[in-house]
């Protein structure tokens, strides 16, 4: 069974950073993609940040670039998002989700796994 946990969430103030990480168990990491999306209240989903099965790619949502790095450690099965100088505007529920192929892509219908979240609350 594919699980995916997301941790890491909290209560920051601008400006500040933030790590998540995202366990991963039930499948081979090196075999799929996988990607950090977001909800923000009352918003819909959003993409943030995606990456390839091998670690080797990685690509980002115009509003993180340059701030958010998304690495993964397939060997720990850990997929991680490191957040620097958040603004207010990444107030959200942070989600990790497996693709269904091995590059990733901001499509939100190639995820077919998702974790359960982790709040990201940032405060001015």
């Known amino acids: 069974e594919v699980q995916l946990v997301e941790s890491g969430g909290g209560f920051v103030q601008v400006g500040e950073s933030l790590r998540l990480s995202c366990a991963i168990s039930g499948f081979t990491p090196n075999s799929y993609a996988m990607s950090w999306v977001r909800r923000p209240p009352g918003k819909g989903l959003e993409w943030v940040s995606g990456i390839n099965a091998d670690g080797d790619t990685q690509t980002y949502a115009d509003s993180v670039k340059g701030r958010f790095t998304i690495h993964r450690d397939n060997a720990k099965k850990t997929l991680y998002l490191q957040m620097n100088s958040l603004k207010l505007e990444d107030t959200a529920e942070y989600y990790c989700?497996?693709?269904?192929?091995?590059?990733?892509?901001?499509?939100?219908?190639?995820?077919?796994?998702w974790g359960q979240g982790t709040q990201v609350t940032v405060s001015s």
């Open positions: 989700a497996k693709s269904v192929f091995n590059f990733a892509s901001s499509r939100l219908e190639e995820y077919n796994h």
